[in-house]
């Protein structure tokens, strides 16, 4: 690190600490020209050993923690960075290098499942029904379709929480590690418009380097430091893939696209249908190579004319003709007899043209359709003899649009046998080195380098077991019974505990104290 | 009088027919109409100049980009035409002006710029009224202001200021976003007009009006402005436009344009904003916002008025999306539902153009509707969207993929996915090669290492198995199903305060997974006494009540099965491993157990909607854990000889699943405890009932049939226990008693032998209660 940039860390440091509090928006607000003090905070990050780490991953929950918005915008724009940094050396097991990201991002975290008021933050959404008016529709315009099975059993609109209400964490474990991340990045990319470039590149790459380190493309992908592999939850690489898709079209192209191969690689890997999913449309729906060429760095969000006319040829037969097609003959109570006999004998004969719905073309349908109807028809025959040359025409168009299409299909199902046979290959060939057999002690975060912060919060939270990991229990007792069940769980835990004697609420548990050892023993032996 | 009422008739022709351009007719319509009256001469003049000039446009369509210049010959009989109607000067003011607009029209079309500009200066382009204005004329309006944003984009900007050149800019979108609200108004009219006439007029209609036609000046109009927008960097703006466009109501002619701006700007919610930038439809824009390009803030609130707008979807009670997942779901889906409707069905050679477009159009809806609903955990909506895709889908891989990738996601396959799970005796060797070649081929993947393990586990391979799991915990130092095998190996090998040690250590790691905790119990009582496990159970109801009572804020069931689904779906991925309520001393996963666990599901619902305090609502899984626990502790108190406290116990789980087979099974535990045999007979037998391969209740009966002295039916069903788990030590033990007692005496010993011998292997809880699922 440039003594230049340490100074700059090192002013940040303390100019913050003397700011008035007038002048903190101002101070906010000019934060974000500072390139050079951000590339600096980038590099104490990355290094797990430097003694600014410390103080800067506290500075950043103290702006985390104003009501500056754009102190906060600050902070989180190193999340990725963070949470790549705090991952990749939880994973290599040297946890006290990583205690201080990790009381950061359960402070940030800590932070953001509460609400202003201290409750609980319960995120949910509507999701829309098309049989509900909009500001953009009317049921009836939409017609029958809407009226599916699935539609009619959630008619009117349904709320649906998507994340929360989250518990308060004291420490991460592997069992919660990924939910707490999660979390995290949902935070994130609700601001994804705040975030400058570097961010968006920091996360294009930890999401790569996550879901190919000790896999055969680390080395494709020429990634050095971490040997293992990192587990992931399928949650947050949906996550990942939110930030990604922005990416893309917000002047990261280049590191988007790398992200999203490796991303799309690992839940293959892995058998995660959620990434997969998302990530195979953010595939397809990728513009075909118009964007590619403009300058990195630009938006590149666009938009096309849309043609007013519909692409799709009159007589061909859709959802839609059909519908109109019978509607017309209910319908028209006007026609003659004879009409209406035409009519209907020409559903029987399985035409389905919009021959009823325009009569101006009626002649060319009935031909077109004539071609594929039972050739006993004479008339029909007879008339489609007019247009042969028509259809042929129009046909070797459709077949080499087919053709085009059927062949980009069959590049990308090539595509992808190359990858798995050369995944095969790679990984016959490699045999990597074996971590060495570490000491498997716990994350036991150093939360006490934050414990102020920490006490502060638990006391604006409601829930008061924020203060140690052995009374988790005695907390939630204090709390009313919702289940009939519990309520009867209640009794007989007096019940319990009276005749046994040792049911002490908040008696701190004895694996705590005698986990190490054991742990050495047993792994030792291999 | 009758000459009057015909003029006024033919009057009204010529309106509808200008209004429909239908630009043919005028001609018949002319004639007539000179016939009538010498004054109409300059109206005949005008409106034949207008049907050549829009005559000529059909025949020869202007496209977006090139602009026409120079005069073209085909034309100047329509500039006579226009000339000999304004010159004379007889015409009545409004219709000067209408002359003037086309007029203006012809300018622009032979590149005449700044006289077409001139034109609409004179005429006073923004003093016209649009209240009341019939169809055509607001047709006329529209295009003359689309007209002028394209003659103003053609001349260059007399002043360089960049203020100045801003100022232009937005006069000239100006000029669209008008041209467009009056094109909208335009083809609401017609379209209401139209429709007036088919239920007004006579029963036999004319020639049914034609689906309108967008003219160039009309899409241009509504397309431009928020092009202009994009192109400028005001996202804001931009996505304003779009909206309003969106939210005037529909009309046939406008039905395509909707569809594919309704996708465009889901497609820029999704790309290009995110919750703390949005603002919803009906809310002003902010005023400074990162979306938009810092160098060329403008005003973010629309600048203009119009006399008359286009109708807009409006009521009581609509829908209005609050973030921009929401928005952009609502758009999607009225995407979707057009796409669907232009789904080409038919299968016949010269349709597969139109196939290729519908199918493409709509794929993209559908990759639009997956990232959406993806984001927000949707997967059960997604794989119902994905469903109706299916029409498109004949022989298409990308949308079949993910279909089948939603399935799986919702969770509709699992149970498929569970009968191939579970590994079948005479498949277990294949299996165990194949994992050996799994982890030969990826040494590094821990979970090879760690099915490996588990394998030789089941097949008893004790110290094979302990080196595999301790390779896996290498290389995945925190993996819960690793170090819970780990733990069941050294219980195997009778090691249980190791074992017990390695369970704290996973639970400080996993401290809300059940069946980590759960062993525990068992090793507990082993180790430490009943009261540790005890204590266990307890902290366990503290567990699961920490963990239910936050995810369920509100219990009342009121039917929002959606959210109980989201929650339940979300709890089942992230925190909790749930026991396997299936038999796990079965090697496998026996068709039976699954149909058990059904049976006992069912029967428990049928069971508790007749008690009206039992819980029924919500998801099944937390109750199925915690009756779980009631019968854990319970086990405990019947190893230490409380038959009351184990009844208490097992009431509580009763009440929540009373024929679960296990509850059955326990209640004859607690019979044979208190010396009733004959009731604890009873209780067994009721637990085969409901599940057939339960094999503990196979023991037990069994050897209450021997004390009976029944040992042909006791030897039945221990040989049929065998068949279905031969790893149960106490079943063979139990076969060798009654071989024993009916004079086999050679057979009992090679009974007696398998059973020491797995007895030495056996752990405290069986391998198979580890979850399978790849």
New interface residues.
């Given amino acids: 690190m440039l003594t230049t940039e340490r100074g700059a860390v090192e002013e940040w440091l303390s100019e913050f600490k003397s700011l008035p509090e007038a002048s903190l928006t101002s101070y906010a607000v000019n934060l974000k020209e500072k390139t050079t003090l951000v590339s600096a905070l980038y590099e104490v990050i990355q290094e797990p050993q430097s003694e600014l780490l410390e103080p800067v991953c506290h500075q950043l929950f103290e702006f985390y923690r104003s009501k500056e918005k754009n102190l906060r915008i600050f902070t989180l724009q190193f999340l990725p960075e963070l949470i790549w940094c705090y991952l990749s050396v939880s994973t290599s097991r040297d946890l006290q290098s990583s205690g201080c990201i990790e009381a950061l991002l359960l402070s940030i975290y800590n932070l953001e499942i509460m609400d202003e008021q201290g409750h609980s933050k319960v995120l949910s959404f509507t999701i829309p029904s098309l049989s509900k008016p909009s500001v953009y529709h009317e049921p009836s315009s939409i017609g029958s379709m809407a009226l599916t099975e699935g539609a009619l059993s959630q008619h009117g609109l349904s709320r649906v929480v998507y994340s929360g209400p989250h518990p308060q964490r004291e420490t991460l474990t592997a069992q919660n590690r990924f939910e707490v991340l999660s979390f995290l990045l949902l935070c994130y990319n609700s601001a994804l418009n705040f975030m400058p470039a570097p961010s968006l590149r920091s996360l294009c790459h930890m999401s790569s380097r996550l879901c190919v380190c000790g896999y055969p493309r680390q080395h494709a992908r020429k990634f050095s430091g971490v040997k293992n592999r990192i587990p992931a939850s399928s949650e947050f690489m949906v996550q990942l893939l939110t930030g990604i898709y922005y990416s893309f079209y917000n002047g990261e192209w280049d590191a988007a696209r790398r992200a999203l191969d490796d991303v799309l690689y690992r839940a293959q890997l892995e058998l995660f249908p959620e990434p997969l999913l998302v990530a195979n449309a953010i595939k397809a729906s990728l513009p075909q190579g118009a964007i590619k060429g403009t300058k990195e760095g630009t938006k590149c969000i666009q938009v096309e004319i849309a043609p007013t006319s519909s692409r799709i040829s009159r007589n061909a037969v859709t959802s839609m003709s059909i519908r109109g097609h019978r509607w017309k003959r209910n319908d028209s109570a006007d026609l003659t007899l004879q009409d209406e006999l035409t009519e209907i004998a020409e559903v029987d004969e399985g035409f389905c043209s919009r021959a009823a719905s325009s009569s101006s073309q009626s002649a060319l349908s009935h031909s077109s359709s004539g071609s594929f109807s039972r050739p006993s028809l004479g008339k029909a025959q007879r008339r489609s003899l007019g247009t042969r040359a028509g259809v042929k025409d129009r046909d070797s168009g459709g077949d080499s649009c087919r053709e085009h299409l059927s062949r980009k299909h069959n590049q990308r199902a090539m595509s992808e046998n190359l990858e798995l046979v050369s995944l095969k290959r790679l990984t016959l060939t490699t045999s990597q080195s074996l971590p060495k057999p570490g000491s498997h002690s716990l994350a036991r975060t150093a939360t006490s380098v934050f414990s102020k912060s920490f006490e502060q919060m638990s006391g604006a939270a409601v829930l008061h077991n924020a203060v140690g990991g052995n009374h988790i229990g005695s907390g939630s007792c204090v709390e009313t019974n919702r289940f009939s069940a519990c309520s009867l769980q209640e009794e007989n835990l007096v019940y319990i505990s009276g005749r046994t004697e040792l049911a002490v609420p908040g008696k701190p548990q004895p694996n705590l104290h005698q986990r190490s050892p054991s742990i050495c023993i047993t792994l030792s032996t291999d | 009088m009758a000459a009057k009422k015909a003029g006024s008739r033919l009057e009204v022709e010529i309106e509808r027919s200008r209004s429909e351009c239908q630009w043919d007719r005028i001609h018949e319509l002319v004639k007539q109409l000179s016939a009538k009256l010498i004054s109409n001469d300059d109206m005949a003049e005008l409106l034949l100049g207008e049907a050549k000039l829009e005559q000529y446009l059909k025949d020869n369509p202007l496209k977006?980009g090139p602009s026409p210049r120079g005069p073209r010959p085909k034309l100047t009989d329509v500039r006579k035409h226009l000339t000999a109607a304004l010159d004379r000067g007889n015409l009545k003011s409004d219709l000067m002006q209408e002359a003037n607009l086309i007029m203006a029209k012809l300018d622009y079309m032979e590149g005449d710029y700044k006289e077409a500009l001139g034109v609409y200066a004179r005429v006073g382009l923004d003093d016209i009224q649009l209240v009341a204005s019939p169809p055509y004329k607001l047709r006329m309006i529209a295009e003359a202001y689309s007209t002028k944003g394209l003659c103003l984009e053609k001349l260059p900007c007399s002043s360089s200021t960049n203020s100045l050149h801003v100022d232009r800019d937005q006069e000239i979108i100006t000029c669209y976003e008008k041209a467009g609200d009056i094109a909208l108004l335009y083809l609401q009219e017609v379209e209401r007009v139209q429709t007036a006439n088919i239920q007004n007029r006579s029963?036999?209609p004319g020639?049914?009006a034609?689906d309108q036609?967008?003219s160039f000046f009309l899409?241009t109009g509504?397309?431009r402005a928020?092009?202009l927008y994009?192109k400028n960097?005001n996202?804001t703006r931009?996505v304003g436009r779009f909206?309003e466009i969106?939210?005037a109501?529909?009309t046939r002619?406008?039905?395509?344009?909707r569809?594919?701006?309704?996708r465009?700007l889901a497609?820029?919610l999704?790309?290009?904003?995110?919750?703390?930038?949005y603002w919803n439809?009906?809310e002003d824009p902010p005023n400074q916002?990162?979306?938009d390009d810092p160098l060329r803030q403008g005003l973010n609130t629309k600048n203009y008025a119009l006399s008359r707008r286009p109708r807009?979807?409006s009521?009581e009670?609509?829908?209005?999306?609050?973030?921009n997942?929401?928005e952009a779901?609502?758009?999607l889906?009225?995407s979707e539902?057009m796409a669907?409707?232009?789904?080409?069905?038919?299968r016949?050679?010269?349709?597969?153009?139109?196939?290729?477009?519908?199918l493409q159009s709509a794929?993209?809806v559908?990759?639009?509707l997956?990232?959406a609903l993806?984001?927000?955990?949707?997967?059960e909506?997604?794989s119902?969207c994905l469903e109706?895709a299916m029409?498109f889908a004949f022989e298409e891989?990308?949308l079949w993929?993910?279909f089948a990738?939603?399935l799986?996601?919702a969770g509709k396959v699992m149970s498929s996915a569970a009968s191939l799970r579970g590994v079948q005796e005479d498949l277990q060797r294949k299996a165990l090669l194949a994992f050996q070649r799994a982890h030969s081929?990826?040494?590094?993947?821990?979970q090879a290492a760690f099915y490996l393990a588990l394998q030789l586990a089941i097949s008893r391979q004790i110290p094979e198995a302990l080196?595999y799991v301790?390779?896996a915990?290498?290389?995945?130092?925190?993996?819960?199903n690793s170090l819970h095998l780990?733990a069941l190996l050294?219980s195997a090998q009778k090691h249980y305060h190791?074992a017990l040690?390695?369970m704290?250590?996973a639970?400080?790691?996993?401290?809300?997974?059940f069946i980590l905790l759960f062993t525990k119990v068992k090793l507990e009582s082993l180790c430490r006494g009943p009261?540790?496990a005890?204590?266990s159970?307890?902290?366990m109801?503290?567990?699961w009540?920490?963990c239910y009572?936050?995810?369920?804020?509100s219990?009342s069931g009121r039917g929002?099965s959606?959210?109980d689904r989201?929650?339940a779906d979300r709890r089942q991925?992230?925190?909790i491993t749930l026991p396997d309520f299936s038999d796990p001393e079965t090697g496998s996963v026996h068709a039976t157990s699954i149909a058990a666990s059904r049976v006992e599901q069912a029967l428990s619902e049928v069971a508790s909607s007749l008690q009206s305090?039992?819980?029924k609502q919500g998801p099944l899984h937390p109750w199925m854990t915690?009756a779980q626990i009631w019968l854990h502790?319970a086990e405990v108190y019947i190893g230490i000889g409380k038959p009351s406290?184990a009844t208490?116990?097992i009431q509580?789980a009763a009440?929540?699943f009373p024929m679960s087979h296990n509850v059955l099974y326990m209640r004859g535990q607690v019979s044979e405890l208190r010396g009733n045999i004959d009731e604890a007979k009873r209780w067994y037998e009721e637990a085969l009932s409901i599940s057939p391969t339960h094999v503990k209740s196979m023991q037990r009966l069994s050897l209450i049939l021997h004390h009976h002295g029944r040992y042909s039916l006791a030897e039945k069903i221990l040989r049929d226990a065998v068949q279905v788990n031969s790893t149960a030590h106490e079943v063979w033990n139990s076969l060798g008693e009654v071989l024993q007692a009916q004079g086999n005496d050679d057979a009992a010993t090679e009974c007696f032998l398998t059973a020491l011998e797995l007895e030495a292997s056996s752990p405290i809880v069986p391998f198979t209660i580890i979850p399978r699922v790849?």
Avoid: W
Avoid at chain 2, 317 to 323: L, V
Avoid at chain 2, 348 to 358: A, F, G, L, M, T
């Fill in positions: 977006q029963p036999k020639p049914a034609p036609e967008m899409e509504l397309q928020h092009v994009f960097g996202l931009g909206r969106l939210r109501v529909e002619t406008t039905q395509n344009l569809m594919t701006i309704a465009q497609e820029i999704l790309r290009g904003m995110c919750e703390q930038s439809p009906l916002s990162p979306l807009v979807y009521g009670n609509i829908f209005c999306p609050q973030e997942t929401e779901l609502l758009l889906l009225i539902s669907n409707r232009d789904a080409v069905l038919s016949i050679p010269e349709h597969k153009n139109d196939r290729i477009i519908s794929s993209v559908y990759d639009l997956t990232i993806g984001r927000r955990g949707q997967y909506m997604l119902e109706r029409k891989f990308h993929y993910q990738l939603s799986m996601a081929l990826s040494p590094t993947d821990h080196g301790r390779q915990l290498q290389l995945q130092g925190d993996d819960s780990l050294l190791d040690n390695i704290d250590m639970l400080s790691e996993y401290p809300e997974n009261d540790e005890l204590l159970c307890k902290h109801l503290q567990i009540k920490s009572n936050l995810t369920n804020p219990d929002s959606l959210l989201a929650i991925l992230n925190t305090s039992a819980p915690l502790a406290e208490a116990c509580e009440n929540l790849l």
